[in-house]
C-alpha cells in the first residue's frame, strides 16, 4: 500500500484546533475516566486505557492528572456517571460521519448533534447506518526518514496487521486494538520517533473531496468538536495532499 498520510493530515489539523480551543485535557481526561470505569484500572490488562493514557502523555498532561482521571473511573474517586453514545450521519458529498460521545445528559447532546448536521448541510442517520464503512484500528504514525525494515521487523513480529509506507516517506502502522499497546511497545523498544499513535476508527473507503466540500467537511467537523459533549469525529473524507495545503493555507 502507498499514498499520502491523509490521516495523520487530518488528525494533526484535528489535534491542533482541539489544543487551540483548550479542550483537549477536558476529552482526555473524560476518556481515560471511562476506559477505567470499563475495564479497570491496570493499563497493561486494559488495551483502552492504554492507548487513552498514551495519547494523554503524547499530549504532556501530568501523570498525577493521569493517575487521578483513573482512580475516578475505577471507582476509587468520585463517581462518574458518564454514558457513551454515537451518533451517524452524513456530511458534504454524502461523506459518512460518526461523532462519539460522552455526556451525563443525553438529551442535550442529541439535540446539539442534530443542530450540527442539520445547520452544516448533513443528514443524521440511523444506528448502524455508517458504522459499517469504519472498522476499529491502532494506527502508530512515524516520520519521513524512519528505517522501514527495522519497523516492519518489530511491527510484524509484535502482531502488526499492515505497514503503509507513504509517497513523502512516512509510514503508518496499522494494529487491531487489541494489540495496540504491544506493537506500539516493539516499536518505542526500537527507540524510532513516533509522530503520533491513537486507537481510532478508520474507514475501510474514502470519499474524495474538492476544496469546497473540504471545507464544508472540516467547518462541520470543527462544529461538532466544539460541542462539550463530543470525544472524538470520524469520517471517511479523502483530503489530498493538495486540498490540505490549501486548506492550511
Not at 54 to 70: C, F, H, P, Q, Y
Not at 85 to 102: F, H, K, L, N, T
Not at 125 to 134: E, H, I, Q, R, W
Request: glycine share 8%; net charge negative.
Amino acid at each position: 500500500m502507498a499514498g499520502h498520510s491523509k490521516w495523520a493530515n487530518i488528525q494533526h489539523r484535528k489535534g491542533a484546533q482541539d489544543a487551540k480551543r483548550g479542550k483537549l485535557f477536558t476529552k482526555l481526561i473524560r476518556e481515560i475516566t471511562v476506559a477505567a470505569k470499563m475495564g479497570g484500572s491496570d493499563a497493561a490488562a486494559n488495551p483502552r486505557l492504554r492507548a487513552a493514557i498514551d495519547k494523554a502523555l503524547g499530549a504532556n498532561m501530568t501523570k498525577d492528572v493521569i493517575e487521578r482521571a483513573t482512580k475516578r473511573g475505577a471507582g476509587e474517586l468520585d463517581d462518574v456517571n458518564y454514558e457513551e453514545i454515537r451518533y451517524e450521519g452524513y456530511g458534504p458529498s454524502g461523506i459518512a460521519i460518526m461523532v462519539d460521545c460522552m455526556t451525563d445528559n443525553r438529551n442535550r447532546t442529541v439535540a446539539a448533534v442534530r443542530n450540527v448536521f442539520t445547520k452544516r448541510g448533513g443528514n443524521m442517520g440511523t444506528d448502524g447506518s455508517v458504522a459499517y464503512l469504519f472498522n476499529k484500528k491502532g494506527i502508530i504514525s512515524l516520520p519521513a526518514g524512519t528505517d522501514e525494515d527495522t519497523i516492519m521487523e518489530a511491527a510484524l513480529e509484535a502482531g502488526a496487521e499492515d505497514i503503509v509506507t507513504n509517497d513523502d516517506g512516512s509510514i503508518d502502522v496499522f494494529t487491531s486494538p487489541d494489540d495496540y499497546s504491544v506493537v506500539k511497545d516493539a516499536i518505542d523498544a526500537t527507540e524510532c520517533e513516533v509522530t503520533s499513535s491513537q486507537v481510532t476508527m478508520h474507514p475501510d473507503i474514502s470519499v474524495s473531496l474538492d476544496l469546497d466540500d473540504a471545507q464544508k467537511a472540516i467547518g462541520m467537523i470543527e462544529a461538532f468538536e466544539e460541542l462539550d459533549d463530543v470525544q472524538d469525529v470520524y469520517s471517511n473524507a479523502d483530503f489530498s495532499d493538495e486540498v490540505m495545503a490549501q486548506l492550511e493555507g
